[in-house]
């Protein structure tokens, strides 16, 4: 089996809607949920169209199906509260007045757990940071920390743990990472 990374089509929307709902562990217990992973929010077809336009939805394409996706966005245009917007709020803080550059919202990502542990995740974030590296300095995503599962996987792939934040009585933590250097991770 042959996977690929490339930027998303109209005609993925469904897939990646689908694979979205799969991967919000509805139905599964707090417990459950934290292992096994999970994302967060709503999407439709309306802001897939959205983010397609912006710096993009990255597919990893398994011969023919989704094997995952990242959405990727730029963080204006966020309403106040959102947890992007105050990660980024986040982020900024933590920084101190460091430049960080131009920021680069990550996320939500899916991996179809039928393509786990294949390098899925790999290839879309290695795909996504070389063809946004020239236009975005760093890329923050925002973690829930009941999300354990998610949690270990930013961890994993080096991504730092920014600054800690909480809204809408959830606690998240914020993560970033440099596109220059995950550009150049080998799939």
Do not use: W
Request: proline share 4%; no cysteine; aromatic share 6%.
């Amino acid at each position: 089996m042959t996977i690929t990374v490339r930027r998303s089509r109209a005609d993925d929307h469904a897939a990646i809607l689908s694979l979205m709902d799969k991967a919000r562990g509805v139905g599964l217990s707090d417990e459950e949920r934290a292992r096994r992973g999970f994302v967060q929010g709503e999407m439709t077809a309306a802001l897939l169209d959205r983010f397609q336009a912006g710096p993009g939805i990255f597919v990893a394409d398994a011969d023919g199906e989704l094997a995952g996706f990242a959405i990727t966005s730029e963080p204006g245009g966020l309403p106040p509260g959102h947890p992007a917007a105050v990660a980024v709020t986040a982020v900024v803080e933590a920084a101190d007045g460091r430049d960080l550059g131009r920021l680069l919202l990550y996320g939500p990502v899916a991996v179809d757990e039928r393509f786990q542990g294949r390098g899925v995740l790999t290839k879309l974030l290695a795909a996504l940071a070389t063809a946004l590296r020239d236009d975005y300095e760093l890329a923050v995503a925002f973690v829930e920390l009941a999300n354990e599962r998610s949690l270990a996987v930013h961890r994993h792939y080096g991504m730092a743990e920014a600054a800690h934040f909480e809204t809408d009585d959830r606690a998240y933590a914020a993560f970033t990472f440099p596109l220059a250097a995950m550009a150049r991770r080998t799939p």
